[in-house]
């Protein structure tokens, strides 16, 4: 076994990454793979969506080598569904490893050891580009990047592109963008319609067919704690993380 490892990446805040890292993560865990999510972020928030423990030994821990990334994984509510967590302490990274000379390459060595443990390894990024993006991309297959269905979405997807292009010209050059998710989508809003068709054009291909749709409930659930498929399983958002997770098998297996 050899994990598929995937990052949700998109520098632009609030665009739906962490609700599709969890729901992503929890569709491919109920369809029988073995899935391990990892936080990239230091604001926690797949580790508290999650409600798993986000003390100590989370991300921070295993990319300092202070702990293995075994003894980081944390189960969860799912069967098969494990996370490795972070809290604030991962924000002091960017400035720790800034002047090593190997600073990129700290995920990856970190994390090698679960490729065998698991079929599938999901990161949440930050919205930044800083270092700790940059070692995600530099330990990843694929990226996924999601985008939220409003005006200036595009904004930053030129230097988001380029970012992942240098990454897979110099230090990951097995390096893929999956494809680009539209989150947030509202059919009844011509301007979700829009964006949506002026990517598309663009992209072609490379967009998720499936639309994540605007849903109250996939903004309640991490506030209890759960993926949707725990807190409302015949929800339009949990039917659409449903058939995005069948898209994402079908495109990498
Ligand atoms: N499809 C959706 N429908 C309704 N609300 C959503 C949807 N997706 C995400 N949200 C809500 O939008 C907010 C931002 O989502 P999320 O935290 O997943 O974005 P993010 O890209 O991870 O943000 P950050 O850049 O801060 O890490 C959250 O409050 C989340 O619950
Ligand atoms: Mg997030």
């Known amino acids: ?110 994390l ?20 700790v993006s940059v070692n995600s991309l530099v330990w990843a297959n694929y990226v996924i990047i999601p985008m939220q269905c409003e005006y200036l979405a595009m904004e930053g997807l030129n230097s988001l592109m380029r970012t992942v292009a240098t990454i897979k010209r110099t230090l990951n050059t097995s390096l893929e963008i999956l494809g680009i998710l ?20 663009y992209f072609d291909s490379l967009v998720f067919k499936t639309l994540i749709p605007r849903n109250i409930r996939l903004s309640e659930a991490p506030s209890h704690g759960l993926p949707i498929f725990s807190y409302d399983n015949s929800c339009s958002g949990a039917k659409a993380y449903y058939k995005f997770a069948q898209e994402v098998i079908s495109r990498v297996e």
């Open 112 to 131: 090698s050891s679960l490729d065998d443990k698991f079929d599938y390894i999901i990161g949440d990024c930050p919205p930044s580009l800083g270092l």
């Open 182 to 201: 539209f989150t947030m989508y509202n059919k009844r809003t011509k301007l979700s319609i829009e964006v949506v068709e002026d990517v598309s054009q």
């Open 1 to 110: 076994m050899s994990a598929k490892k995937i990052i949700f990446l998109n520098q632009k805040g609030g665009v739906g990454k962490t609700t599709s890292v969890v729901n992503l993560g929890a569709a491919l865990a109920i369809l029988g793979k073995k899935v391990l999510l990892i936080d990239f972020d230091s604001q926690g928030n797949l580790s508290s969506s999650l409600s798993v423990d986000n003390g100590a030994n989370g991300a921070y821990e295993v990319i300092t080598k202070q702990i293995s990334a075994l003894e980081a994984c944390q189960k969860t509510n799912i069967n098969n569904l494990e996370v490795i967590s972070a809290n604030i302490d991962l924000a002091g990274l960017n400035i720790e490893l800034v002047n090593l000379e190997n600073r990129n390459f700290f995920v990856k060595e970190a």
